[in-house]
């Protein structure tokens, strides 16, 4: 095939993107800033560096990091097989060595024949085809041009995101379903007593907070305040602010709750719900133990954590289509973080999905549907899907198609969400001989 693609950035979703594409005969150009410029992040010469934890979740398959890691191991994932040859003893979890999987890694992409590596940094958009795999800390000149494209607005510079939880996981015993003065009934309510917000109130303005990167200290972010900051403020901040029960009537009691804690629902499913005003910087540890304080959600499943950090990404429903391709057009895609999927195996899953999908649009062949039965597919409808306020997310079961019949007990849930997904999986790649 004469198509030669470029791959902007030696992450793991450009990298997983460059080996997809030249395992199927495409000749690719990979090209990386580093050593020519360094992000605030980022300190080694070698592809893939991870430049937080060393771990990458979850292998159990009633885990939904765990099904995608089965999921790409069926799709021959070159970083999962890297991780798997790095591995460091981590209890149920794949945790590697990052030197060492760095290094299987950049040694595996620079002796394919069909992968050129160039060193150089990239400030304007590259003529397709091509793939933008960035990640959350895009050299400013690229940003520049990224925002020039079809559908862009202004990529988000600063993830400020709620905690989002399963709907299953929630005590309706306690929460009732209704908007402010009877007007719907769009949002789930968790009520509280004076004695449970000033409990709650005096747990979160001494949880412990994580630390932000130097780079990102001093960013100010006033228009979108850590709840824990707000609370800060005064006592009665919250409960006059994000938490104000005016308009609402808790049926339980026929009486207007001293505070209240809003959830949104955040898909079509139903399955997830948002913190409404739960923007933090709590560590994730905290988040689990004094959020689990609110009636309702004491024994909350949190689908993702909140976190405030740098994190560069596109207005993605308005940018992209679901195979990650830019909407006007199909032959320039975006992968990783950039695109609005969160962690390791998921930016590395989008760099799958992308160059997968550009390989057979190359040769002319229909592009797979790994539809949302998939962790995969399930990833890429997420970055396209409308909502209040598109964040970044995590590989969870909430966003995969509900299972059509009723089963009692999560785990066995999740366990036949498991097999149908790798079923489904094998099913798409036979029938577009993948």
């Known amino acids: 095939m004469s198509d030669r693609v470029t791959v902007v950035g030696a992450g793991l979703a450009g990298c997983e993107a460059a080996w997809q594409l030249a395992k199927r005969g495409i000749p690719v150009d990979l090209i990386e800033m580093k050593p020519v410029r360094y992000s605030p992040a980022h300190h080694m010469e070698g592809f893939a560096e991870l430049v937080c934890s060393n771990s990458l979740k979850a292998e159990d398959m009633t885990n939904a990091s765990g099904l995608l890691k089965a999921e790409m191991r069926m799709m021959d994932s070159l970083i999962l097989s890297a991780a798997e040859g790095a591995r460091v003893p981590a209890g149920g979890a794949l945790a590697v060595d990052r030197d060492r999987f760095s290094a299987q890694v950049t040694r595996a992409i620079s002796d394919h024949p069909l992968i050129t590596v160039r060193r150089e940094v990239v400030d304007e958009v590259p003529h397709t085809p091509c793939i933008i795999a960035t990640g959350p800390l895009t050299d400013q000149g690229l940003v520049k041009a990224i925002e020039a494209l079809p559908g862009a607005r202004s990529l988000h510079f600063f993830d400020a995101a709620a905690p989002i939880v399963t709907a299953e996981s929630l005590d309706m015993d306690k929460v009732f379903r209704a908007s402010r003065y009877g007007k719907g009934s769009d949002y789930l309510n968790c009520p509280m007593t004076k004695e449970q917000y000033d409990a709650f109130y005096d747990a979160l303005v001494s949880a412990e907070l994580a630390e932000l990167h130097d780079f990102e200290k001093k960013l100010v972010f006033e228009g979108c305040l850590a709840v ?5 403020r005064g006592r009665q901040t919250l409960a006059f602010g994000p938490l104000k029960p005016v308009g609402l009537r808790d049926p339980h009691t026929g009486r207007e709750p001293y505070a209240v804690v809003q959830l949104r629902q955040e898909n079509e499913h139903g399955t997830l719900y948002n913190m409404v005003g739960f923007q933090t910087r709590l560590k994730w540890g905290e988040q689990k133990r004094v959020f689990s304080m609110i009636p309702g959600l004491e024994h909350a499943e949190f689908a993702r954590y909140g976190v405030m950090h740098r994190n560069t990404y596109l207005n993605s429903p308005d940018m992209l289509a679901s195979n990650y391709a830019l909407a006007t057009d199909p032959l320039m895609r975006f992968a990783g973080q950039l695109t609005g999927v969160e ?3 998921e930016s590395t899953a989008s760099g799958l999905v992308a160059a997968v999908g550009l390989a057979c649009a190359l040769s002319g062949r229909p592009e797979p549907d790994f539809t949302s039965m998939t962790v995969l597919g399930a990833l890429a409808k997420h970055v396209v899907t409308r909502t209040p306020n598109f964040q970044p997310m995590n590989a969870n079961f909430g ?33 577009y001989e993948l």
């Open 343 to 345: 962690g390791y195996m």
């Open 399 to 431: 966003l995969l198609e509900p299972l059509t019949e009723r089963v009692r007990g999560k785990r066995e849930r999740y366990q036949r969400q498991a097999e149908r997904s790798l079923q489904v999986l094998t099913e798409v790649k036979n029938r």
């Open 228 to 232: 824990e900051i707000l609370a800060s």
